[in-house]
Protein backbone atom coordinates (compact mmCIF):
# COMPACT_ATOMS: atom_id res chain seq x y z
CA UNK A 1 0.00 0.00 0.00
CA UNK A 2 1.25 3.66 -1.03
CA UNK A 3 3.31 4.36 2.09
CA UNK A 4 1.58 7.24 4.38
CA UNK A 5 -1.69 5.87 3.78
CA UNK A 6 -4.06 5.35 6.65
CA UNK A 7 -6.99 2.55 5.52
CA UNK A 8 -9.60 1.99 6.98
CA UNK A 9 -13.42 1.24 5.65
CA UNK A 10 -13.90 3.79 3.25
CA UNK A 11 -18.10 4.39 2.31
CA UNK A 12 -17.68 6.16 -1.63
CA UNK A 13 -20.77 8.45 -1.09
CA UNK A 14 -22.85 8.50 -4.45
CA UNK A 15 -20.85 6.33 -6.12
CA UNK A 16 -22.02 5.21 -9.57
CA UNK A 17 -21.77 2.23 -11.89
CA UNK A 18 -19.06 3.57 -14.97
CA UNK A 19 -17.95 1.87 -17.68
CA UNK A 20 -15.87 -0.88 -17.14
CA UNK A 21 -11.69 0.33 -17.33
CA UNK A 22 -8.60 -2.26 -16.90
CA UNK A 23 -5.83 -0.56 -15.47
CA UNK A 24 -3.20 -1.60 -12.94
CA UNK A 25 -3.89 0.42 -9.81
CA UNK A 26 -1.29 3.16 -8.43
CA UNK A 27 -2.08 2.33 -4.98
CA UNK A 28 -2.10 -1.15 -4.06
CA UNK A 29 -0.42 -2.59 -7.49
CA UNK A 30 -2.92 -4.95 -8.35
CA UNK A 31 -4.19 -5.47 -12.37
CA UNK A 32 -8.22 -5.19 -11.81
CA UNK A 33 -11.02 -4.38 -13.66
CA UNK A 34 -13.26 -1.63 -12.60
CA UNK A 35 -16.85 -0.56 -12.80
CA UNK A 36 -16.79 1.85 -9.88
CA UNK A 37 -16.69 5.46 -9.39
CA UNK A 38 -17.25 9.10 -10.30
CA UNK A 39 -18.05 10.92 -13.83
CA UNK A 40 -17.79 14.58 -13.93
CA UNK A 41 -19.64 17.07 -16.91
CA UNK A 42 -16.82 15.83 -19.49
CA UNK A 43 -17.21 12.13 -20.24
CA UNK A 44 -13.28 12.16 -20.47
CA UNK A 45 -12.71 12.56 -17.09
CA UNK A 46 -13.26 10.18 -14.05
CA UNK A 47 -12.76 8.61 -10.96
CA UNK A 48 -12.76 5.17 -10.52
CA UNK A 49 -12.24 3.25 -7.24
CA UNK A 50 -10.15 0.21 -6.91
CA UNK A 51 -11.88 -2.97 -5.43
CA UNK A 52 -8.84 -4.36 -4.29
CA UNK A 53 -7.64 -1.67 -2.23
CA UNK A 54 -10.79 0.68 -2.44
CA UNK A 55 -8.59 3.99 -3.42
CA UNK A 56 -9.55 5.84 -6.40
CA UNK A 57 -7.89 6.72 -9.51
CA UNK A 58 -8.16 9.82 -11.02
CA UNK A 59 -8.71 9.36 -15.38
CA UNK A 60 -8.19 12.34 -17.94
CA UNK A 61 -8.13 10.40 -21.06
CA UNK A 62 -5.97 8.12 -21.75
CA UNK A 63 -3.95 9.45 -18.43
CA UNK A 64 -4.00 8.04 -15.41
CA UNK A 65 -3.17 10.16 -12.03
CA UNK A 66 -1.56 8.10 -9.99
CA UNK A 67 0.06 5.88 -12.56
CA UNK A 68 -0.04 1.86 -12.20
CA UNK A 69 2.54 1.00 -9.28
CA UNK A 70 5.47 -0.93 -11.33
CA UNK A 71 7.76 -3.61 -10.70
CA UNK A 72 7.32 -5.73 -7.65
CA UNK A 73 7.81 -5.94 -3.89
CA UNK A 74 10.74 -8.15 -3.04
CA UNK A 75 11.40 -10.26 0.04
CA UNK A 76 14.49 -10.30 2.62
CA UNK A 77 16.14 -6.74 1.39
CA UNK A 78 18.00 -4.93 3.56
CA UNK A 79 16.28 -2.15 5.47
CA UNK A 80 17.43 1.03 3.24
CA UNK A 81 17.55 -1.38 0.56
CA UNK A 82 13.86 -2.00 1.22
CA UNK A 83 12.87 1.82 1.35
CA UNK A 84 14.51 3.34 -0.80
CA UNK A 85 12.62 0.52 -3.49
CA UNK A 86 9.49 1.34 -2.07
CA UNK A 87 9.82 5.16 -2.27
CA UNK A 88 11.29 4.61 -6.38
CA UNK A 89 8.13 2.61 -7.20
CA UNK A 90 5.96 5.41 -5.38
CA UNK A 91 8.05 8.17 -7.21
CA UNK A 92 7.29 6.11 -10.67
CA UNK A 93 3.23 6.94 -10.12
CA UNK A 94 3.49 10.47 -10.06
CA UNK A 95 5.75 10.50 -12.84
CA UNK A 96 9.14 11.36 -11.06
CA UNK A 97 11.25 9.47 -13.52
CA UNK A 98 14.60 11.65 -12.00
CA UNK A 99 14.33 10.58 -8.28
CA UNK A 100 13.81 6.98 -9.77
CA UNK A 101 16.83 6.96 -11.21
CA UNK A 102 18.74 8.50 -8.23
CA UNK A 103 17.26 6.30 -5.80
CA UNK A 104 18.08 2.97 -7.94
CA UNK A 105 21.75 4.76 -8.55
CA UNK A 106 21.99 4.57 -4.76
CA UNK A 107 20.82 1.26 -4.20
CA UNK A 108 22.83 -0.22 -6.82
CA UNK A 109 25.50 1.38 -4.35
CA UNK A 110 23.91 -0.40 -1.49
CA UNK A 111 23.92 -3.17 -2.77
CA UNK A 112 26.98 -3.87 -3.92
CA UNK A 113 28.61 -2.26 -0.58
CA UNK A 114 26.11 -5.29 1.21
CA UNK A 115 27.90 -8.17 -0.66
CA UNK A 116 31.43 -6.79 -0.34
CA UNK A 117 32.34 -4.11 -2.82
CA UNK A 118 34.28 -1.18 -1.46
CA UNK A 119 32.93 2.03 -0.79
CA UNK A 120 33.66 5.29 -2.38
CA UNK A 121 33.48 4.11 -6.16
CA UNK A 122 31.52 5.20 -8.93
CA UNK A 123 28.50 4.44 -10.02
CA UNK A 124 29.73 2.85 -12.93
CA UNK A 125 32.30 0.72 -11.17
CA UNK A 126 29.90 -0.76 -9.06
CA UNK A 127 27.54 -2.02 -12.15
CA UNK A 128 30.64 -3.37 -13.40
CA UNK A 129 31.35 -5.05 -10.02
CA UNK A 130 27.69 -6.44 -9.58
CA UNK A 131 28.66 -7.78 -12.92
CA UNK A 132 32.20 -9.37 -12.09
CA UNK A 133 30.46 -11.08 -9.59
CA UNK A 134 28.20 -12.90 -11.45
CA UNK A 135 24.85 -11.09 -10.33
CA UNK A 136 23.99 -9.64 -13.36
CA UNK A 137 22.23 -12.82 -15.37
CA UNK A 138 23.37 -13.98 -18.39
CA UNK A 139 21.09 -12.32 -21.52
CA UNK A 140 20.88 -8.69 -20.07
CA UNK A 141 23.90 -7.45 -21.67
CA UNK A 142 21.99 -5.01 -23.59
CA UNK A 143 20.08 -3.94 -20.31
CA UNK A 144 23.63 -3.58 -18.76
CA UNK A 145 24.98 -1.20 -21.15
CA UNK A 146 21.62 1.12 -21.30
CA UNK A 147 22.16 1.34 -17.83
CA UNK A 148 26.11 2.21 -17.95
CA UNK A 149 25.29 4.64 -20.47
CA UNK A 150 22.30 6.16 -18.45
CA UNK A 151 24.84 6.16 -15.51
CA UNK A 152 27.42 8.09 -17.26
CA UNK A 153 25.03 10.41 -18.53
CA UNK A 154 24.08 11.75 -15.12
CA UNK A 155 27.84 11.42 -13.78
CA UNK A 156 28.07 14.64 -12.85
CA UNK A 157 24.81 16.67 -12.55
CA UNK A 158 21.19 16.09 -12.68
CA UNK A 159 18.97 16.19 -15.52
CA UNK A 160 15.88 15.42 -15.89
CA UNK A 161 14.86 11.65 -17.35
CA UNK A 162 12.09 10.23 -19.41
CA UNK A 163 10.18 7.32 -18.40
CA UNK A 164 12.42 5.25 -20.69
CA UNK A 165 15.07 5.48 -18.61
CA UNK A 166 13.21 5.01 -15.38
CA UNK A 167 11.78 1.60 -16.53
CA UNK A 168 15.56 0.52 -17.31
CA UNK A 169 16.75 0.89 -13.67
CA UNK A 170 13.66 -0.29 -12.42
CA UNK A 171 13.32 -3.59 -14.46
CA UNK A 172 17.64 -3.88 -13.43
CA UNK A 173 17.18 -2.98 -9.91
CA UNK A 174 13.65 -5.40 -9.74
CA UNK A 175 16.14 -8.20 -11.33
CA UNK A 176 19.35 -8.10 -9.40
CA UNK A 177 16.87 -7.48 -5.75
CA UNK A 178 15.35 -10.70 -6.52
CA UNK A 179 18.01 -12.48 -7.48
CA UNK A 180 20.54 -11.50 -4.59
CA UNK A 181 17.76 -11.09 -1.68
CA UNK A 182 14.58 -12.48 -2.08
CA UNK A 183 16.03 -16.23 -3.50
CA UNK A 184 18.82 -16.28 -1.56
CA UNK A 185 16.79 -15.51 1.59
CA UNK A 186 14.61 -18.62 0.35
CA UNK A 187 17.48 -21.03 0.14
CA UNK A 188 18.73 -21.16 3.44
CA UNK A 189 21.96 -22.78 4.36
CA UNK A 190 21.65 -26.76 4.05
CA UNK A 191 18.01 -26.68 2.00
CA UNK A 192 20.26 -28.51 -1.29
CA UNK A 193 21.67 -30.93 0.52
CA UNK A 194 18.69 -31.87 2.84
CA UNK A 195 16.69 -32.17 -0.20
CA UNK A 196 19.12 -34.09 -2.10
ZN1 LIG B 1 -5.80 -0.83 -5.40
Redesign the pocket.
Known amino acids: MRPGIFIEPLNWINADKLPSRDYI?G??G?D?SSSHGYTGSADYAKIYI?H??N?PTFFYGSKQVPGGLPARSVDHLPTEVEALWTESRYAYTVQAWTLVIMACRKMLMNISVAKGASEGRGFVDYVDWLDSKGYVPPGSSTLLAEIKDFGNKANHKIIPRQPEEADRFLTFLEMLLVFMFQYSGEVAPGDHAQNG
Open positions: CHCKICRCQ
